[in-house]
């Protein structure tokens, strides 16, 4: 039985138009994610676009029967390879399902299909007089089944929790063609256990989701936005903890930059900086306010009083949203800094948020003394414990400086990957942050739920 | 080979200091939970009393070899049956795992045995200037490995979440003694499958949990509480909506209350009602907020203006911590009112927000209807969309009260249990708010990590 066969009784099965053949495909779309490329001797066999999970099941059941390798795909945006086929594999793609199924108002929720875009899902919210806070780069692409399969995160962490904490129910397909249905809407239930928990994270590895209720929240009624520049770590903790109490629930972002990548997003990209170069670290705060004459008011007197308390060096406060979002431009700019940066590796990891000073000096020096003049650029959502870097360096050894980064990681306890995945890029460096029993636990759980190893296969462990 | 020489052999193997024969231990305290007692053709084999994750990995080889059931327990303070043994079983106590081992302050965690007691986590995050927000009843006794098995809830969900939102990591030993260490202190960390996720809420049928990472909280600085009276629940969800408006973060409790249990609370208690009796419906509303002296401002006005726009009928603002303990004491009256309400059975289950109010209509009448004379009580940490009753009816026959009671749950597609967990009592019960491929699903996973079924046999599924 050829692989061609395999294709042409899918489609008898579910039907020409969900299956394409690979000749009718746009192979150049299902081939990369947002940095890596199928290798030339990996060929997609033929692309699923089905409509709902019971075609879904369907797909899968036929691929179980004759093993062939099934790779989900969203919008891919992810970094790390996850949806990037690695053997000869159907490519199931989820564009088809994007619909907003309904908004329950009382409950707060959304029910979404899972290649609704993230875009979507926010915009849906707003007109709704909801929030979805869940927001990153690649919002216009990026569909909610990615999302939750990589537990995304981005930038109100801090105050809303990662993808997992905004998914509160999920349907989803195993590989044996068992469709989950747990459209929960409650935000407590404890009956039995908790199977979306799996699906969250796992990159497709353990089956595909298909649909999910999405939890809104209202919006926020007052947003601040500051720039501030601190000399040193220590006392960046200090006022991560005076902010922390001063804001509370309010607290949406606490972004640090580094004196290397905020060169970058300033003068290095003809901007004037809002505060001057020189200082020991800038840190972005903003909060998400729910009083829109007090929230603002308060807001200044807090970030006053650590200028007069000596934490702070300098203090810029947004005075319009104009200003603040020149101050995100700033904490954006590795979108933009790559023409000048390039070639460049950046990486995804976290750290115990006490130990991220002491990293970034000893990882700078490290990495100096190995590759003397490796330009580096360290920022990243420290009250989250996510740091991000990017190295550049004139014809580089990619392997050599992930290992050294991941090592060194490992070595801080920290993880290789904090909001990335692991994808297929990452996957030879788990131990770094993974104990061979739990590596051995993922490998139990994922041979319990696809024997066969159909399920993108290559990718996680 | 004897049970008796099991009992023998492990003491051998991991000291006679740490396993008691059934005959040395304290089996009054081993064999009943809050609300259940051992049936008594049940015989407890031995209790182990292990110190560390090393001594837990022994017991449970040695269990597992035998194919001894293993009930592990913590605080006893289950309302299910969780750690009560319904076959002749080794108890396995976490009561001698009580250190608090670690606070990171610049990491906001606490690393702590998982025997340590809740009371015990307050109170030490508390002197080192941090909060532990998770709060319940049981709290002088309850201990972090139970509630982390059952993902407590508590008056506080809608502010910090359940344990699950609490708990960065874990360590746990699997029925095989692999020990899974699982520490992470960081916020984020998608290094492959999050494998705490499987331990949270599985009520000891998939391993031990012997160790926790829980993530600490700024203190809040003004906590601000009022009752509130509203006509019906139309008006409760429109005063819900505004109430998470206007506080967004800061909003720790939202709690109703039927008139039925309102009465119960006060009058029936001899206490005074804050506000009178004969209104549709009570609420008790309390912030969390950051700010002393705007927080209570804040407060007022927007109480106010529900008063103003109809939505309210009375408020009355606690004006003295008195006051709010006053308050609470009606929302706690379920821990009094036993007496004057008995025979009584208990329910904790969830409903999508909007539902409540029309499930607490149709379900009275339904009860009434074939148990005519039955007394209710309604309340709820209805913003979390959990519902609390309690049933009073002269012989009762709990089996078709609680049939009754979870069919009608899960016609409005409902969870029957939102923070209490399966155990024992609930399993029959299951299927009202479980598809059978869920139920499949987790029996998948249950067979894939205690193949023998060694680990709390009976419970959850």
């Known amino acids: 039985m050829t692989q061609t066969d395999f294709i042409g009784r899918l489609q008898a099965n579910v039907g020409a138009d ?26 997609i066999l033929g692309v699923a676009y089905p409509r709902t999970a019971e075609q879904v099941s369907a797909i899968l059941v036929a691929c179980q029967a004759d093993e062939v390798p099934v790779v989900p795909q969203g919008g891919l945006t992810s970094m790390v390879g996850g949806p990037v086929p690695t053997r000869s594999s159907l490519v199931l793609s989820l564009d088809r399902m994007r619909a907003i199924e309904e908004i329950d108002e009382a409950a707060g929720t959304m029910t979404v299909q899972a290649g609704c875009i993230l875009e979507m899902v926010q915009r849906s919210a707003d007109e709704a007089g909801f929030f979805f806070p869940l927001d990153l780069g690649g919002r216009g692409s990026a569909q909610v089944g990615g999302l939750i399969s990589t537990n995304a995160g981005g930038n109100r962490v801090l105050r809303y929790g990662m993808m997992r904490e905004s998914v509160l129910g999920i349907e989803a397909v195993l590989p044996d063609g068992t469709i989950i249905h747990s459209l929960n809407k409650m935000l407590k239930n404890n009956a039995g ?41 220590t006392r960046l903790l200090a006022l991560l903890q005076r902010t922390k109490t001063a804001f509370g629930g309010e607290l949406g972002a606490f972004e640090a930059m580094w004196p ?14 809002p505060i001057a170069i020189g200082h020991g670290l800038y840190i972005l705060i903003e909060t998400l306010g729910t009083d829109p004459e007090r929230s603002p008011v308060q807001f200044e007197e807090v970030l006053g009083s650590m200028i007069e308390d000596g934490l702070a060096e300098d203090i810029v406060i947004a005075a319009s ?79 050599a400086l992930d290992k050294a980064v991941y090592e060194f990681t490992g070595a801080y306890g920290g993880s290789i990957s904090a909001e990335h995945g692991i994808g297929s890029m990452k996957r030879a460096y788990l131990h770094y942050s993974r104990t061979p029993e739990e590596i051995a636990t993922m490998r139990l759980l994922k041979h319990a739920f696809d024997p066969k190893g159909i399920m993108n296969p290559d990718k996680v462990i």
């Open 321 to 399: 949203e104009r200003q603040r979002q020149d101050m995100w431009a700033i904490r954006d700019c590795p979108g933009e800094f790559s023409k000048m940066f390039w070639p460049q590796r950046s990486y995804d990891i976290s750290l115990p948020t006490g130990a991220i000073g002491d990293f970034v000096t000893r990882c700078t020096a490290a990495l100096r003394e190995r590759w003397p003049g490796i330009g580096t650029a360290f920022w990243g959502h420290i009250a989250d414990s996510n740091l991000h870097l990017s190295l550049n360096l004139p014809d580089p050894d990619g392997a």
């Open 260 to 273: 290397d990548m905020y060169r970058l997003g300033t003068v290095a990209l003809d901007r004037q900086p």
């Open 193 to 233: 256990y908790d199977l979306k928990q799996l699906f969250i994270g796992a990159e497709g590895t353990l089956g595909v989701i298909t649909r999910a209720v999405l939890r809104l929240y209202p919006k926020p009624l007052s947003t601040n936005t500051a720039l501030l520049a601190v000399a040193d770590y």
């Open 18 to 43: 969900i299956v394409l053949r690979a000749a009718d495909a746009n192979l150049d779309r299902h081939s990369r994610d947002f940095l890596n490329v199928m290798r030339d001797d990996v060929a």
